[in-house]
């Protein structure tokens, strides 16, 4: 089997083909499971794209004709990928794309907010309709590529390349948001204490205005859960938009977490392309972690930037690097109940389509599903596809006749 053919039987089966052109290219869907191969195609093509830029197309809607109307824009999008709505306003809102709802969103804490659903979309216009309730407002609309998740092998998509065991594992591995569970590199952990921030912007009418307030020190009064460092960056009587700055010398699969005090919602993001709304698993009181997401990025200097609620108070972020070869992501699919190989085996058609029928890969799909319609837990994972044995013809008892 090539790559090509299994970037369309992978489409297939995570049920995204509603998003292709009657006739899709190679490049349609390479874009549609990894937006930044996308990016990168588009960079060494006839077209460019600025640095540090991801797929996106905004608006500044007005106000609805009519009380009880929706506000309506059209965006186009430039590529076939994934993509995820995002407003900027305030109040309770309802957001639609192309007709189809993406999730009722609450602008009151944040000034803004990611819709939960990810949604297949092709290249060229999409309606995006929103019902307000009550005094609410909308000032800006963005439908941006969701980078979060990038479905490819290490060096990208070759249609024409024979798809080995190596590939088809990390693809997988990634489609399931499962490289959280890649060996860890302990001792190149990034961590940042949450008082040493660069800058804190105080959010206002849902954009980021200014400096804020943040780092108060000492011991959180109730339950109690001492800082690490006895301070901590918390946002005041508004929300805060707080930004950190994190150094990696290799490029690396990396998780973001944060250890956080608080119940809201939370928006995380790195460089501005990269982006997460993380509900806390938090009591009051107490400083709590929590994985934002899992992703690769590159070598360099990386901006993350968390947007809290008044009164959530962030203690620690830290950036945990994964081993990442193909030997690595065929162990985690080995763990997740398929059948393991060398990363070089080439895979064959009947081999790929044993391993899709298989009860760990239904699950596992199950699961992608389960976010794309906008469930961010993070699941515990029951993987039961034991081989078939041969039924025992002997009694069940010695002293029990044969027939039993």
């Known amino acids: 089997m090539s790559q090509g053919e299994w970037a369309r039987r992978l489409v297939s089966v995570l049920e995204l083909e509603r998003a292709l052109p009657p006739e899709p290219q190679p490049s349609d869907l390479s874009g549609l499971l990894?937006?930044?191969?996308?990016?990168?195609?588009?960079?060494?093509?006839?077209?460019?794209?600025?640095?540090?830029?991801?797929?996106?197309?905004?608006?500044?809607?007005?106000?609805?004709?009519?009380?009880?109307?929706?506000?309506?824009?059209?965006?186009?999008?430039?590529?076939?990928?994934?993509?995820?709505?995002?407003?900027?306003?305030?109040?309770?809102q309802r957001w639609l794309i192309d007709g189809h709802p993406v999730g009722h969103l609450d602008l009151s804490v944040l000034g803004a907010a990611q819709a939960g659903g990810v949604v297949p979309l092709r290249a060229?216009?999409?309606?995006?309709?929103?019902?307000?309730?009550?005094?609410?407002?909308?000032?800006?609309?963005?439908?941006?590529?969701?980078?979060?998740?990038?479905?490819?092998?290490?060096?990208?998509?070759?249609?024409?390349?024979?798809?080995?065991?190596?590939?088809?594992?990390?693809?997988?591995?990634?489609?399931?948001?499962?490289?959280?569970?890649l060996p860890v590199i302990a001792e190149e952990t990034f961590r940042v204490?949450?008082?040493?921030?660069?800058?804190?912007?105080?959010?206002?009418?849902?954009v980021p205005s200014g400096l804020g307030g943040g780092g108060s020190a000492g011991v959180p009064s109730g339950l109690g859960s001492p800082a690490s460092g006895g301070g901590w960056a918390e946002a005041a009587s508004s929300p805060e938009e707080f930004t950190w700055s994190i150094w990696l010398d290799e490029p690396r699969v990396v998780t973001l977490r944060a250890r956080t005090r608080g119940t809201p919602e939370q928006f995380w993001s790195i460089d501005g392309r990269y982006r997460?709304?993380?509900?806390?698993?938090?009591?009051?009181?107490?400083?709590?972690?929590?994985?934002?997401?899992?992703?690769?990025?590159?070598?360099?200097?990386?901006?993350?930037?968390?947007?809290?609620?008044?009164?959530?108070?962030?203690?620690?972020?830290?950036?945990?690097?994964?081993?990442?070869?193909?030997?690595?992501?065929?162990?985690?699919?080995?763990?997740?109940?398929?059948?393991?190989?060398?990363?070089?085996?080439?895979?064959?058609?009947?081999r790929v389509r044993?391993?899709?029928?298989?009860?760990?890969?239904?699950?596992?799909?199950?699961?992608f599903w389960r976010k794309l319609a906008g469930d961010r837990r993070d699941h515990p994972l029951v993987l039961v596809d034991l081989e078939p044995q041969r039924a025992t013809s002997?009694?069940?008892?010695?002293?029990?006749?044969g027939e039993f």
Do not use: K
């Open 354 to 367: 044993a391993e899709l029928t298989g009860a760990s890969f239904g699950r596992l799909t199950q699961g």
């Open 193 to 206: 204490e949450g008082e040493h921030f660069d800058g804190a912007s105080e959010i206002v009418a849902g």
């Open 34 to 92: 990894c937006p930044d191969q996308a990016e990168i195609r588009i960079g060494a093509g006839r077209r460019s794209l600025p640095a540090g830029e991801s797929f996106s197309a905004v608006a500044h809607p007005g106000a609805p004709s009519r009380p009880q109307r929706p506000v309506r824009v059209v965006l186009r999008v430039p590529v076939t990928a994934l993509y995820q709505l995002t407003v900027t306003g305030a109040g309770r």
């Open 124 to 181: 060229g216009p999409h309606e995006v309709s929103g019902y307000l309730a009550g005094r609410a407002r909308v000032d800006r609309v963005e439908l941006a590529a969701h980078h979060t998740l990038c479905i490819a092998p290490a060096d990208g998509w070759h249609a024409s390349r024979a798809l080995r065991y190596g590939a088809f594992a990390r693809t997988l591995v990634r489609s399931f948001d499962l490289d959280r569970r």
């Open 276 to 350: 997460a709304t993380l509900q806390p698993d938090a009591f009051p009181g107490l400083f709590t972690w929590n994985r934002v997401f899992t992703l690769p990025l590159s070598a360099g200097r990386h901006v993350v930037r968390a947007r809290v609620a008044p009164g959530t108070a962030i203690d620690l972020v830290e950036m945990v690097p994964h081993r990442s070869t193909d030997a690595d992501y065929a162990r985690v699919l080995m763990g997740l109940g398929f059948r393991g190989d060398v990363p070089a085996t080439p895979m064959t058609r009947a």
């Open 394 to 401: 002997g009694p069940l008892a010695p002293l029990l006749p």
